[in-house]
């Protein structure tokens, strides 16, 4: 009976899903492009002029790729200025390849100097059928979300993409068990890396410039680049204040674009300048104070906005906590977030992890427990679920609690003894202040000595009980090592973008102020004094993995 309702289900009911799907899409319209804005249309004349004056070149052999499959104007003009630059820095031609309805996409990157455009298209009516029942004849085999997440094709993990892609745009209730969306999601993956495929096969490019390595398409786009050894550059950093990352290789695929390497931050700690501990700890004192720049981490702003200030004895007071008793901090990573961005992790994705903490921690009663919210909301609002339960938890273990919204988070680091996340930057942020941390997943900032790191449940499980032991001086701290590296993250290796305003990178952007701005710049741009593209030309020489800002520190 099972094998008949199973049948049904995906070879009847999921099909009609993807029909009424298709015929939703028909009717809404992919991209929606204001493509005529007379701010835009000017800027984009201007930029054309300035280009086809100053960087005039023959024809040339090799070739490099500017990607847009994200098509919002500020990912656009950040991936073409990158892609110019290094179109010039390597004596290459530059081409684009954007979905094949952006149109404002086409005419922003074209102004840059960009003439020959390739397109990704999701296929006619017969083509998506025929991806829809290769997708239900693969998910048809598979036992599980686990065993699905594990799917590859020619080395290229759809599996995970689709998983991370499902996350991200539906919701955690969406990834529980297989169902529609992964049968949908993986039919248009399917077509999309047969497509990528053929594409590297017929060509070869010496950089593919790519701002979003996720999801789908990106993530099937960019494990194909590699894979067909196309060196990937992408954007790191602010919308202003910027790095670029070079991925060299496949062996890099699950590596933040944010982790630097060993040598660099080897040579940071030897290096004797002692400004660098001292400028360290300003930024992060900013940053705690509600005081850091636009250009810091994304949702810093945010997080550390101005509000009641607390010690140890009110918050204590407020929970009807022991004050002798030490107080961990729980700090919850973004669960639609960054799932797979990493090479290892203890547990299937952010939110499994967080779930699995709180059931932990109900056993363990020798120290307070303060669980915090992430502190950029997504609109999703399925996992608010286990912070209500968290609330009821409360209730009947009085020593946990749920951190009140309305409290300063920057006071944390006068109360908290340890804190624990799973890849989040405070896992960076508190070592700072000499309080320890533990994560259980590969973060941007892991692996160099300052992080206790948990690479399997058991081993988390057994540092959770050390905890509840109070065994925390035993837990592994480095200040310096990590103030060291916060330098290189949020200092070093950012350098001003002089062909950019600072900017929202987010669809709420103010389009026409953008574009006032961005013609402003191109009027009054020399080339010359362009000390990014400075950076940049040494790294590209060199191999580097980032771009570092050398007036900041000769290293």
């Not at 204001?34 to 930029?47: A, G, H, Q, R, S």
């Not at 918050?315 to 961005?341: E, H, V």
Request: charged share 25%; hydrophobic share 35%; proline share 2%.
């Amino acid at each position: 009976m099972f094998l008949i309702f199973k049948y049904f289900t995906f070879y009847v009911y999921f099909p009609v899903l993807y029909l009424i799907k298709l015929l939703k899409d028909k009717i809404e319209n992919s991209i929606k492009n204001n493509y005529d804005l007379k701010e835009m249309n000017d800027f984009i004349k201007k930029n054309h002029n300035y280009w086809s004056q100053n960087s005039k070149q023959n024809k040339l052999k090799s070739k490099i790729l500017i990607t847009d499959f994200v098509s919002v104007i500020g990912y656009t003009s950040l991936m073409s200025i990158i892609g110019k630059y290094a179109s010039l820095i390597e004596k290459s031609n530059l081409e684009a390849i954007l979905r094949e309805k952006d149109l404002r996409g086409e005419k922003i990157i074209r102004s840059y100097g960009v003439n020959k455009f390739y397109r990704i298209y999701s296929g006619n009516f017969f083509v998506k059928l025929k991806y829809l029942f290769k997708s239900i004849n693969i998910i048809f085999q598979i036992k599980n979300v686990d065993e699905f997440i594990k799917f590859r094709v020619k080395k290229i993990n759809l599996g995970m993409i689709v998983y991370d892609h499902i996350l991200r745009h539906s919701g955690i209730e969406q990834t529980r068990k297989l169902n529609f969306k992964f049968v949908n999601f993986l039919s248009e993956s399917l077509k999309y890396n047969d497509d990528f495929e053929v594409f590297f096969k017929e060509n070869k490019f010496k950089y593919v410039i790519q701002s979003e390595t996720q999801f789908i398409p990106s993530g099937i786009f960019f494990e194909n680049a590699l894979i067909h050894k196309n060196k990937v550059l992408a954007h790191e950093g602010g919308t202003k204040e910027v790095s670029v990352r070079i991925y060299k290789n496949i062996s890099q695929r699950f590596q933040s674009r944010s982790l630097f390497s060993k040598k660099l931050f080897n040579k940071l700690l030897n290096n004797k300048d002692k400004r660098k501990i001292s400028i360290a700890k300003k930024l992060i004192s900013k940053r705690f104070e509600g005081k850091s720049s636009s250009q810091d981490l994304r949702g810093a702003l945010i997080a550390y906005r101005p509000k009641t200030k607390f010690d140890k004895k009110s918050i204590c007071k407020k929970y009807n906590w022991d004050l002798k008793k030490p107080i961990i901090a729980i700090f919850a990573s973004d669960f639609y977030d960054g799932t797979f961005g990493v090479s290892w992790r203890a547990y299937r994705d952010n939110y499994t992890w967080f779930v699995e903490t709180i059931k932990n921690i109900k056993k363990l009663k020798n120290v307070n427990w303060l669980i915090k919210k992430h502190p950029v909301e997504n609109p999703k609002k399925d996992h608010n679920k286990i912070f209500d339960e968290i609330v009821s938890i409360s209730k009947l273990n009085n020593n946990i609690g749920l951190f009140d919204d309305n409290l300063n988070s920057g006071s944390l680091i006068n109360v908290v003894d340890v804190i624990i996340t799973q890849s989040g930057s405070a896992g960076l942020e508190y070592p700072c202040f000499g309080i320890p941390s533990i994560i259980t997943s590969e973060s941007y900032y892991g692996g160099f000595n300052f992080t206790n790191e948990a690479n399997n449940k058991k081993k988390y499980i057994n540092l959770l009980k050390k905890i509840n032991s109070l065994k925390i001086k035993n837990l592994k701290i480095n200040t310096d090592k990590a103030l060291s590296y916060f330098y290189l993250s949020f200092y070093l290796s950012k350098t001003p973008l002089a062909l950019v305003p600072p900017f929202d990178l987010s669809r709420n952007l103010d389009q026409k102020k953008f574009w006032i701005d961005m013609k402003k710049i191109i009027t009054g741009y020399d080339f010359k004094k362009d000390y990014f593209y400075s950076c940049f030309k040494e790294q590209l020489y060199n191999n580097y993995r980032h771009t570092i800002n050398y007036r900041r520190m000769k290293i």
